[in-house]
């Protein structure tokens, strides 16, 4: 997801050919991770955990890199061509992925993935000295780089989510991801040999003291946690907003990184003018995490007001990418500022990095910023789901992360404004209250037009005067609640009401009795989600020797004894 830009001289024809490179290698990359992610679920399942091994291996490769291909990049003559040969490596291994994951436990799939994912993120170094070699300013290369490879990435995610895999499959999706790398290492090789000598632009140096630099890259480190923190925050908020669907969770990866391109885009103009790139990065860590608890205040309003704008949308076939569209709107409203600052902060550390060294090592420069910030978002992407969000819930999590934005802020400037800054935002953190969370788990983007509140007020209104909340759990793989309306009891899973003690009771009981009338000599029953126990409770009645259940979530079977009458 984290990637490169370019922005160079006017006149370097040669140059801009390394654009449509650079963006068909984002489209790929993030088709990739959609399409494995897909492909690996058949191994892991689509827990929480699966989630956090699949992305911690793709995230993690990519730090490997960084690191590694980023300090080695430094040695070659021709950039370009490198990077040309990373790309095909990357394709052939596109092509050969379906046969190791049909034919390979999951963990080995999962030790494959290191492989492509670590050529993907050896491509950055190379690219940005290939700019550098016709002209382009090294800040400015990073930030245009950054942001024109995110912006395919954004495409690819769309896409793969809402065309290829529905179309191609799972298998074909990933060819076609193949053959843009490949095309594209092969174009690479074609330009090459244009240029002239690689002269390399030397940039202005800065001096950067150990413990000023230190603090540099433990802030990207940090950044980099928190960016995910976020991400995960955001697709569990939005999914009760919106629906916890595959096309709302890819709208909501789409505009994320959307809104990361954005922000290279823009801090592309102003980095070659920066004389203290440090300073400007701590300045952007502040705003992050400023931002995103001044915006915090609204997070628990946004199904009211998906309820009413998704209402007015028509619920069929014809306009289904009119409402696709509206969430995707929706989202990269909510998260557009806090995106384009990360957009806007990594690029910044690469040039201050970069030009406190040797240009001889510009390549290792880059690659440790990027590689730090990406292990920090493996870490983030593990912990923040499976800790963080059980322990502190959803608006505890995106407190968390504010914080570690600020503290990192504070950490790399070091004044009385920033450390203010840190005791404001954990004063509203600590003291800013809860939220409503009756609006949240309401499912409001179920109701149809016709039966929604005319406006957001009405709809809170009405949730308030007529929604009693008796359990609420922000869990690793889904939201919980239990919620009483009507005098019916209903149990909630990201918005969805699951089971209640009203109408349904039915339903609940027939799930175990029809199977049990049909085989009466059955004695092992399993059940597969627990819900109410009304299912468990009707198997029960039965003379079976056992009844087993497997329920994913923890929070389901505390909220089960709700039910328990």
């Known amino acids: 997801m984290l990637s490169i830009g370019l922005h160079l001289a006017c006149g370097d024809k040669t140059t801009r050919t390394l654009f449509p490179l650079v963006f068909l290698s984002g489209f790929a990359g993030l088709v990739y991770e959609v399409v494995w992610a897909e492909a690996l679920a058949l191994h892991f399942g689509n827990t929480a955990a699966a989630h956090a091994v699949v992305l911690g291996a793709f995230l993690g490769g990519m730090a490997l890199g960084y690191g590694v291909i980023g300090a080695w990049s430094d040695r070659v003559e021709n950039p370009l061509r490198f990077y040309g040969r990373l790309e095909i490596g990357i394709g052939l291994c596109g092509v050969i992925a379906p046969r190791i994951f049909a034919g390979t436990p999951g963990w080995a799939s999962v030790l494959f993935l290191l492989i492509p994912t670590a050529l993907m993120g050896g491509t950055l170094p190379p690219l940005v000295r290939a700019a550098a070699a016709r002209g382009a300013a090294t800040g400015e290369g990073i930030a245009s780089l950054y942001s024109l490879n995110s912006a395919g990435a954004a495409l690819g995610v769309l896409f793969a989510g809402f065309w290829a895999i529905p179309v191609l499959g799972i298998d074909l999706s990933g060819t076609a991801a193949a053959t843009i790398n490949?095309?594209?290492?092969?174009?690479?090789?074609?330009?090459?040999?244009?240029?002239?000598?690689?002269?390399?632009?030397?940039?202005s140096a800065i001096k950067l003291s150990q413990a000023r630099?230190?603090?540099?890259?433990?802030?990207?480190?940090?950044?980099?946690?928190?960016?995910?923190?976020?991400?995960?925050?955001?697709?569990?908020?939005?999914?009760?907003?919106?629906?916890?669907?595959?096309?709302?969770?890819?709208?909501?990866?789409?505009?994320f990184v959307a809104g990361v391109s954005i922000g290279g885009a823009v801090i592309r103009w102003a980095i070659s003018r920066i004389k203290d790139p440090l300073k400007w990065f701590g300045a952007l860590q502040l705003t992050i995490g400023l931002a995103v608890l001044a915006s915090m205040p609204l997070y628990e309003h946004l199904p009211f007001i998906f309820h009413v704008l998704g209402a007015r949308i028509?619920?069929?076939?014809?306009?289904?990418?009119?409402?696709?569209?509206?969430?995707?709107?929706f989202c990269f409203i909510v998260m557009l500022i806090p995106a384009s600052?990360?957009?806007?902060?990594?690029?910044?550390?690469?040039?201050?990095?970069?030009?406190?060294?040797?240009?001889?090592?510009?390549?290792?420069?880059?690659?440790?910023?990027?590689?730090?910030?990406?292990?920090?978002?493996?870490?983030?992407?593990?912990?923040?789901?499976?800790?963080?969000?059980?322990?502190?819930?959803?608006?505890?999590?995106?407190?968390?992360?504010?914080?570690l934005n600020l503290i990192a802020g504070a950490s790399v400037l070091?004044?009385?404004?920033?450390?203010?800054?840190?005791?404001?935002?954990?004063?509203?953190?600590?003291?800013?209250?809860?939220?409503e969370m009756r609006g949240l788990v309401m499912g409001g983007y179920l109701y149809r037009p016709g039966t929604a509140a005319s406006t957001a007020k009405e709809f809170r209104d009405f949730i308030r005067d007529n929604v009693e909340m008796l359990y609420y759990r922000d869990g690793a793989n889904a939201t919980v609640a239990v919620t009483r309306m009507s005098n019916i009891t209903q149990l909630r899973i990201n918005?969805?009401?699951?089971?209640?003690?009203?109408?349904?009771?039915?339903?609940?009981?027939?799930?175990s009795h029809i199977p049990l009338f049909l085989r009466p000599d059955a004695k092992d029953v399993l059940i597969v989600g627990l819900g109410s126990g009304v299912s468990v409770g009707a198997a029960l009645v039965h003379p079976v020797r056992s009844v087993t259940v497997s329920e994913i979530s923890p929070e389901v079977i505390e909220a089960s004894n709700y039910f328990e009458e």
């Open 213 to 255: 630099r230190l603090s540099l890259l433990g802030a990207v480190f940090i950044s980099g946690f928190a960016a995910l923190c976020y991400e995960i925050g955001w697709i569990r908020l939005l999914g009760l907003s919106l629906g916890a669907s595959t096309y709302t969770f890819t709208v909501m990866l789409a505009s």
């Open 182 to 203: 490949i095309l594209v290492g092969v174009a690479a090789f074609g330009f090459s040999g244009r240029g002239g000598t690689v002269v390399e632009a030397v940039p």
């Open 314 to 329: 028509p619920r069929t076939p014809g306009w289904y990418l009119a409402y696709e569209g509206a969430k995707f709107l």
């Open 341 to 403: 600052l990360l957009g806007a902060a990594l690029p910044v550390a690469a040039d201050a990095e970069s030009r406190s060294r040797s240009r001889l090592k510009f390549g290792a420069a880059i690659g440790t910023v990027f590689g730090l910030n990406t292990i920090g978002n493996v870490l983030g992407a593990g912990l923040a789901g499976l800790v963080l969000m059980p322990a502190l819930g959803l608006r505890g999590l995106f407190c968390a992360a504010a914080m």
């Open 414 to 435: 070091l004044s009385r404004f920033a450390i203010s800054c840190v005791l404001l935002g954990g004063a509203f953190a600590v003291f800013g209250g809860p939220w």
């Open 495 to 511: 918005g969805k009401v699951d089971a209640t003690d009203g109408s349904d009771m039915t339903t609940q009981a027939l799930l």
